[in-house]
T-cell receptor, first 116, second 115 residues
Framework: AQKVTQAQTEISVVEKEDVTLDCVYE???????LFWYKQPPSGELVFLIR??????QNEISGRYSWNFQKSTSSFNFTITASQVVDSAVYFC?????????????FGTGTRLTIIP | DSGVTQTPKHLITATGQRVTLRCSPR?????VYWYQQSLDQGLQFLIQ???????AKGNILERFSAQQFPDLHSELNLSSLELGDSALYFC??????????????FGPGTRLTVL
C-alpha cells in the first residue's frame, strides 16, 4: 500500500529565511507520481508541482524548489526567502497508476507559519 | 481559480438528514474525484468517476454515494448524517488522458457541519 509521511507537523520561520518541508513516501510500484499542494487559510487546495518517478531532476520555480531522491524515497520542498504569503498548510501526495485509478494519497500536511 | 466549481460553499444540517454536494469540473476534464478532509482522518480519497462511470472507490461509507452526469458534473450524496461526517469535502478534476496520472485541480470545497 502506498503511504506518504510528512513528519514535520508545524514549522515557524522568520520572514526571508529559507525553509524545507520534508516528504517521504512508500510505494511498491516503479511508476508513480508525486505532487505538492498548498492550502492557504482560505481553505482551497492549490496545485504546486507534479513529478513522475522517472524524472529525478530537481525543479525550481521562482522561490520554490523541489528535490526528488528515489534512493531515499523523498520529495522535499524548499522555499527560499520566505514571505508571509507562504503561510499555509502544505501537502505532499502520491499517486500510483493502477488500472486507471488515479487517486491521490496525501500526507498529513505541514503547517508553515512565516513570522513577519 | 482552478476552474472547478463546488456548491454550496457551506452547509449546516442536523443528524439523520441527507444532503447533496455538487461539483462542476474544469472544461475538458473527464474525471471527477471526491475527497474528504477532517481533523482526525486528514485528506481521504472517496471516489472517482470517469466520463460517467465509477472508476475507483476509496474509503467511502455506504451512506455516501456519488454520480457523474452526461454533462460531466458530479454530485455527492450523503445520507443519515452523523456528527462525524462534519468535514470539508473537496471535488477535483483531471483530464485523465490514460497515459499517466494527470494533475488533479481542486475546487474550493464544501464545508459540511452536522449538528
Amino acid at each position: 500500500a502506498q503511504k506518504v509521511t510528512q513528519a514535520q507537523t508545524e514549522i515557524s520561520v522568520v520572514e526571508k529565511e529559507d525553509v524545507t518541508l520534508d516528504c517521504v513516501y512508500e510505494t511498491r510500484d516503479t511508476t508513480y507520481y508525486l505532487f505538492w499542494y498548498k492550502q492557504p487559510p482560505s481553505g482551497e487546495l492549490v496545485f504546486l508541482i507534479r513529478r513522475n518517478s522517472f524524472d529525478e531532476q530537481n525543479e525550481i520555480s521562482g522561490r520554490y524548489s523541489w528535490n526528488f531522491q528515489k534512493s531515499t524515497s523523498s520529495f522535499n520542498f524548499t522555499i527560499t526567502a520566505s514571505q508571509v504569503v507562504d503561510s499555509a498548510v502544505y501537502f505532499c501526495a502520491l499517486s500510483e497508476v493502477y488500472f486507471g485509478n488515479e487517486k491521490l494519497t496525501f500526507g498529513t500536511g505541514t503547517r508553515l507559519t512565516i513570522i513577519p | 481559480d482552478s476552474g472547478v466549481t463546488q456548491t454550496p460553499k457551506h452547509l449546516i444540517t442536523a443528524t439523520g438528514q441527507r444532503v447533496t454536494l455538487r461539483c462542476s469540473p474544469r472544461s475538458g476534464d473527464l474525471s471527477v474525484y471526491w475527497y474528504q478532509q477532517s481533523l482526525d482522518q486528514g485528506l481521504q480519497f472517496l471516489i472517482q468517476y470517469y466520463n460517467g462511470e465509477e472508476r475507483a472507490k476509496g474509503n467511502i461509507l455506504e451512506r455516501f454515494s456519488a454520480q457523474q452526469f452526461p454533462d460531466l458534473h458530479s454530485e455527492l450524496n450523503l445520507s443519515s448524517l452523523e456528527l462525524g461526517d462534519s468535514a470539508l469535502y473537496f471535488c477535483a478534476s483531471s483530464i485523465s488522458s490514460g497515459l499517466s496520472t494527470d494533475t488533479q485541480y481542486f475546487g474550493p470545497g464544501t464545508r459540511l457541519t452536522v449538528l
